[in-house]
């Protein structure tokens, strides 16, 4: 029964480059979110996806930054031309369908990906 | 709009100690989440509860304990017995019913437990 997966667990990049951060969420949920977490802070909610649409991206950067959650395969978060304040750990969660009506699920995080700009 | 405040940042109690963490949220919806997470040196995030607010009774987990006072806007949690192994960050987080489903996070206690 696996978790959430994310790869790469580690990701350098040099300031320019592009960064593709990878998010497999628990077998069946639908949901998933990406989350930020600067040193020494707690996380930031970036985006919302559920397959194929994104829900919310109030948190994302408006520029560089996007994020996909393809019918077949893993969600996606790109950055593009990283800057060295793109060093951060970035977590994404997955949880089920939302009940009807409105509700909460637990999110189940991922490992995170600590991403480095040099 | 919706906040988690987490004053203590860092917290040192020594093993066997009971130790409470404080948590204080705001939001204007009436029906919303709170959660606790564990983040241990070893970076992942490990979910401890979630508590509806509609809920407040207190809960108890083994050596955990939450208290949820709506009164007060706050949602302590306190380990009793305090182990090495208890150390890491935690977090306290909200979700809004009439939100996205996203946490908002407080900005975490490090507790270090010293044998």
């Known amino acids: 029964n696996a978790g959430v997966m994310q790869n790469p667990r580690h990701l350098v990049r040099r300031r320019g480059q592009e960064a593709r951060l990878r998010c497999s969420p628990v077998k069946g949920h639908s949901h998933v979110y990406w989350y930020r977490q600067l040193p020494e802070e707690g996380l930031k909610f970036m985006v919302y996806l559920q397959k194929e649409n994104i829900i919310d991206e109030s948190g994302m950067p408006k520029e560089r930054f996007s994020a996909e959650f393809p019918k077949e395969g893993p969600s996606i978060l790109r950055i593009q031309q990283v800057v060295r304040g793109d060093s951060a750990a970035y977590f994404c969660?997955?949880?089920?369908?939302?009940?009807f009506g409105g509700g909460s699920y637990e999110q189940y995080f991922g490992p995170g990906t600590r991403l480095t700009v040099t | 709009a919706q906040k988690v405040t987490q004053a203590q940042t860092e917290i040192s109690v020594v093993e066997k100690e009971d130790v409470t963490l404080d948590c204080v949220y705001e939001t204007r919806d009436t029906t919303y989440y709170l959660f606790w997470y564990k983040q241990p040196p070893s970076g992942e995030l490990v979910f401890l509860i979630r508590r509806n607010s509609f809920d407040e009774q207190n809960e108890i987990s083994g050596r955990y304990s939450w208290n949820f006072q709506k009164s007060t806007s706050s949602f302590n949690f306190t380990i009793t017995a305090s182990q090495v192994v208890d150390s890491a960050v935690y977090f306290c987080?909200?979700?809004?019913?009439?939100?996205?489903?996203?946490?908002?996070f407080g900005t975490g206690t490090r507790l270090t437990v010293i044998p």
């Open positions: 987080a909200l979700s809004e019913a009439s939100g996205a489903n996203n946490l908002f």
């Open positions: 969660a997955s949880s089920p369908t939302l009940p």
